[in-house]
Structure formats: structure tokens, C-alpha cells
């Protein structure tokens, strides 16, 4: 059974930085793509950056790009997702999750990732 926690979530001023982590258990990186997605209160869950696990390919949201970058450390089977020039509206509950395969072109489609991470709070004061 693939696990994810996630960490690195709190409170950060507009225009700060984040870095958010995701420890894999259960399985590894070389066979599972694994993505963040974040909701709002209110909102539906958005697909925000993902990567593959053959080949570390990324695809990020439009919303993102350029500001975050994910990245992965295979040695320590974690997912990283750094966030910069933040905006009030990324202020949300961001997950992990991952799927078996992905092997070199990610999807942000949720439906497609079977594990997911209890969250982390990211809230961006203005």
C-alpha cells in the first residue's frame, strides 16, 4: 500500500516562498507518477504540478507556471514542490497523491491517482 505524507505547509506573506515535501512509502518513484493538487474552501480541487516516474518529465497548471517547480529526490523517495511569488489566491489545502505508471507523460487528471496524502495548509496573507 503506496502512503504519502506531506509536509512544508503554514503562513506566508504575497510574493514569499514555500516548499512543500512529499515522503513516498510503499512504492517508488521509478513506477509511480505523483502530482499535487490543491483546494480551496469552496472550490474544486485543481491539478497543479505533477511529474513521471521514468524519465522526471513535469507538466504544471497554467496557474503555476513559472512560480512553482516540482522536483524529486529518488534516493529519499520524496517529491518536492517549490512555490515562489506567491498569491493570496494559491491559499489553500494542498494534497500528493500518485499512480502506477505516468512513465513519461504526467496527467493532472485526479481520477487517475489512486493514493492520496492527508493535505497541508498553505495560506498567503495579502
Known amino acids: 500500500q503506496v502512503q504519502l505524507v506531506e509536509s512544508g505547509g503554514g503562513l506566508v506573506q504575497s510574493g514569499g516562498s514555500l516548499r512543500l515535501s512529499c515522503a513516498v512509502s510503499?512504492?517508488?518513484?521509478?513506477?509511480?507518477?505523483i502530482g499535487w493538487f490543491r483546494q480551496a474552501p469552496g472550490k474544486e480541487r485543481e491539478g497543479v504540478a505533477c511529474?513521471?516516474?521514468?524519465?522526471?518529465?513535469?507538466y504544471y497548471a497554467d496557474s503555476v507556471q513559472g512560480r512553482f517547480t516540482i522536483s524529486r529526490d529518488k534516493a529519499k523517495n520524496t517529491v518536492y514542490l517549490q512555490m515562489n511569488s506567491l498569491k493570496p489566491e494559491d491559499t489553500a489545502v494542498y494534497y500528493c497523491?500518485?499512480?502506477?505508471?505516468?512513465?513519461?507523460?504526467?496527467?493532472?487528471?485526479?481520477?487517475?491517482?489512486?493514493?492520496w496524502g492527508q493535505g497541508t495548509q498553505v495560506t498567503v496573507s495579502s
Open positions: 510503499g512504492g517508488t518513484l521509478d513506477f509511480y507518477a
Open positions: 511529474i513521471s516516474s521514468a524519465d522526471g518529465s513535469t
Open positions: 497523491a500518485a499512480y502506477y505508471g505516468g512513465s513519461y507523460n504526467p496527467t493532472l487528471h485526479h481520477y487517475m491517482y489512486d493514493y
